[in-house]
Nanobody, 114 residues
Framework: QVQLVESGGGLAPPGGSLNLSCVAS????????MGWHRQAPGKQRELVAD???????MYGDPVKGRFSISTDNAKNTVFLHMHDLKPEDTAVYYC????????WGQGTQVTVSS
């Protein structure tokens, strides 16, 4: 089965930056959608950003203008560049791959605190 491996989580101060990456062991060459959702304690899981093979990008409203998603297709990797971090960005960030089936990573903790 497809495996997703996330990295780059950690602690950042308000206004700081972090970069996350997610590597998929394989992807459907015809179509895929890949990106990030996040979940804070007691909150619903919500979209952060995703990108398709065609380059279509979508961002959740709370991160628009601050986060950027990109992909290295040759390496089956998606990156999330997080800037101007806010305490409300604190959550577990889960990598997600959608093709014929859905796959989720184990999640990586992002904590924004001074």
């Amino acid at each position: 089965q497809v495996q997703l491996v996330e990295s780059g989580g950690g602690l950042a101060p308000p206004g700081g930056s972090l970069n996350l990456s997610c590597v998929a062991s394989e992807r459907n060459p015809n179509y895929w959608l890949m990106g990030w959702h996040r979940q804070a304690p007691g909150k619903q899981r919500e979209l952060v950003a995703d990108i398709t093979k065609l380059g279509t990008v979508m961002y959740g409203d709370p991160v628009k203008g601050r986060f950027s998603i990109s992909t290295d297709n040759a390496k089956n990797t998606v990156f999330l560049h997080m800037h101007d971090l806010k305490p409300e960005d604190t959550a577990v960030y889960y990598c997600y791959l959608q093709q014929s089936r859905e796959y989720w990573g184990q999640g990586t903790q992002v904590t924004v605190s001074s």
